[in-house]
């Protein structure tokens, strides 16, 4: 079992910055993939980025298109914890974003995902 806890959320302006950590406590060892999706209001939960661990290392990262360019995923394994450090953020950001983790590769589908947080909100104000 692994049991995820995102901190981080909160009222932002449009351009402004947030970090999302997401602490892992657990099960944590061997090869595991986090990954952070989000869901704003009245809308599918919807993949944002994701990172896997394996052979002693992170793999690349993925990123959906909407947010490449602008958001970061990092890992640091000493600490159990990943983070999304979000960049010029828009109001279309706006959601409840949730830390999810799987054992082996990284996914883009939330289905493949076996743990997750309770969510932090993000609010972008324009």
């Known amino acids: 079992q692994v049991q995820l806890v995102e901190s981080g959320g909160g009222l932002v302006q449009a351009g402004g910055s947030l970090r999302l950590s997401c602490a892992a406590s657990?099960?944590?060892?061997?090869?595991?993939?986090t990954g952070w999706f989000r869901q704003a209001p009245g809308k599918e939960r919807e993949f944002v980025a994701a990172?896997?661990?394996?052979?002693?290392?992170?793999?690349?990262?993925s990123y959906a298109d909407s947010v490449k360019g602008r958001f970061t995923i990092s890992r640091d394994n000493a600490k159990n914890t990943v983070y999304l450090q979000m960049n010029s953020l828009k109001p279309e950001d706006t959601a409840v974003y949730y830390c999810?983790?799987?054992?082996?590769?990284?996914?883009?589908?939330?289905?493949?995902?076996?743990?997750w947080g309770q969510g932090t909100r993000v609010t972008v104000s324009s």
């Open positions: 999810a983790a799987k054992i082996d590769y990284s996914s883009t589908y939330y289905s493949a995902y076996a743990y």
């Open positions: 657990g099960r944590t060892t061997g090869n595991y993939a």
């Open positions: 990172i896997s661990w394996s052979g002693g290392r992170a793999d690349s990262p």
